[in-house]
């Protein structure tokens, strides 16, 4: 349940913006602080599946959570300002770093959910089978 709620969180924040973008209450943010704010969404982002990740392993904190969704933001947000101030495209590098995360936690996720999924799939089919073992012993008694 509790791995519900960042997605759910997730869910809200892009159905808000696209629900303000239609009435033109928010207008897309230019320049180089909408690239900060881009690093920033996949910093969030990458930290939002990591705690997915971590809740499906019986591992999530959620003092953990929010100090790394924080931490996660303010270091890509002053490695891209740092970057712009050293004229080097860090911008880039935390991007990709950041992808990949996202890319990593997204397939351990998957991952995860598909062996719980085949596991209670095996788990159904040997019950049937004892079922249908005992019904053959008890009907050949």
């Known amino acids: 349940m509790i791995l519900l709620i ?6 809200v924040g892009v159905g ?5 973008a239609d009435f033109s209450l928010i207008m897309p943010v230019k320049g180089i602080y ?6 920033a969404c996949l ?3 990458d930290t939002v599946f990591g705690g997915i990740r971590s809740g499906l392993e019986g591992k999530f904190h959620r003092d953990v959570f929010i100090s790394g969704f924080v931490a ?3 270091i890509a947000f002053f490695l891209a300002w740092l970057g712009d101030k050293l004229f080097i495209d860090l911008l880039l590098a935390v991007a990709l770093v ?3 995360r996202m890319f990593v936690n997204l397939s351990l996720i998957r991952r995860f959910l598909l062996t719980k999924w085949q596991d209670a ?3 159904r089919r040997q ?9 053959q012993a008890d009907s050949g008694s």
Do not use: I, K, W
């Not at 960042?6 to 869910?11: R, S, T």
């Not at 019950?127 to 005992?134: G, K, S």
């Open 6 to 11: 960042p997605l759910l969180a997730l869910l």
């Open 16 to 20: 808000l913006a696209v629900f303000l």
């Open 34 to 39: 909408g690239q900060y704010l881009a690093v």
């Open 43 to 45: 910093a969030g982002l």
């Open 72 to 74: 996660n933001t303010l």
């Open 98 to 100: 950041l992808g990949s």
């Open 121 to 123: 799939r095996e788990r």
């Open 127 to 135: 019950q049937a089978d004892l079922a249908l073992a005992q019904m």
